[in-house]
């Protein structure tokens, strides 16, 4: 089994031997390096990919203490500068797209460039009106997820999660077995996560001094509150491109 010793704990890693520009895949919450594993064989014809499971997540080091996304954020340094990638283009989606966005102001030498996909940066919605009622719903939602991982029903908080958050109502029994037992496995750390008060935070102000290309996305059928938080980071950002990604069921 590949690891790393990345920030100080064991990294879970799997690289790919094509010899072109370095692309690391990470994954969001409850997830793991697997994930990816449906679009590494054409992105491996082009580019050398790395996918890695995060700190708490699946075969990679639990640290005892909470996780924070600063904590995150050192860790891809580490590995990225570990396994001499630098510079990287990092792709990246929901809570690990927020931790590239953070990479790109504290480590911008390390990367070519970015492709993020729906960052839950809420903090950014904070001071619109219109928009507290919609914030309001998705922390009561959260916060039910949370207390069924407090009280040790992983399996209901993992299922809770994808039904009332992440995809909608009856999409759980389309999870395939394997990916059912990643979420209730991961559930321990999505806690540590939410309870970093820096979780949905983004400064803004420092956005303008990263130069290189930004790819923001957003799905079709996502929830209402992504757009507003792409468009505020396009806002601070000098080199950035948006897109919205329209899939048919015909496509499914």
């Known amino acids: 089994m590949p690891t790393a010793n990345a920030n100080g704990i064991q990294i879970f890693f799997e690289l790919g031997e094509t010899d072109g520009p370095p692309l690391v895949l990470v994954h969001g919450s409850w997830e793991s390096h697997a994930d990816w594993e449906p679009v590494i064989p054409a992105l491996s014809e082009t580019f ?35 396994l001499g990638l630098s510079p990287a283009w990092v792709v990246r989606n929901s809570f690990g797209a927020s931790i590239a966005l953070r990479l790109a102001l504290d480590r911008p030498g390390l990367l070519r460039g970015l492709v993020v ?90 956005a303008g001094a990263f130069s290189k290309p930004v790819l923001l996305t957003t799905g079709g059928q996502s929830p209402p509150m992504f757009p507003p938080v792409i468009a505020r980071i396009a806002e601070a950002l000098p080199d950035t491109e948006t897109h919205r990604l329209i899939v048919s069921r015909e496509m499914v």
């Open 48 to 82: 050398q990919v790395l996918t890695y499971d995060r700190r708490g997540h699946s075969q990679s080091e639990r640290p005892a203490g909470g996780d924070s996304i600063h904590d995150d954020v050192a860790d891809l340094a580490a590995l990225i500068d570990t």
């Open 117 to 206: 996909h729906e960052p839950p940066l809420l903090a950014l919605l904070a001071d619109d009106p219109a928009a507290a009622p919609m914030l309001k719903e998705v922390q009561a939602r959260v916060d039910a997820v949370l207390e069924r991982i407090e009280s040790g029903d992983h399996e209901g908080a993992a299922r809770q999660f994808i039904e009332t958050i992440a995809i909608g109502p009856g999409a759980w029994a389309e999870v395939p077995p394997e990916n059912r037992r990643t979420l209730i496995e991961n559930a321990p750390t999505f806690l540590d996560e939410s309870r970093d008060p820096d979780q949905f935070t983004f400064e803004l102000q420092r």
